[in-house]
């Protein structure tokens, strides 16, 4: 791709982390300031961790790995075993820009 959506409009905060946090993957909020691991709607992208705490996108454009097969536009997304996926029922609405099928990620703005 010639183009690149890299720093749009990001918005980085910091949450404790539980130990099931990996970098790269989906999170969602599980306590107050405490994120861990997304089964189902997340909230943002981990992107750093450190001592603990992890650094999560919550908003912006990030590339994130997916499962089966997704297309660009609004989707309904959830996140299970580290990859979001469309899911028409539960899923929070993001809007895809781009999918690298070869790399297996999609870029998403949150």
Known sequence: MDISFNGYDEGIV???AESDVQVGQPVMVCDSGKV???AGAFCGICTGLRNGYAAVQ????VKVP???TLAVG??????SDG???EDTSDGREILVLD?????????IIL
């Open 58 to 61: 919550l908003r912006g454009y």
């Open 74 to 79: 609004y989707k309904k997304l959830s996140a």
């Open 99 to 107: 999918i690298d099928k070869s790399a297996g990620c999609a870029g």
């Open 14 to 16: 910091t949450f404790e």
């Open 66 to 68: 997916y499962n089966d």
């Open 36 to 38: 861990k691991a997304a």
């Open 83 to 85: 990859k979001v996926s």
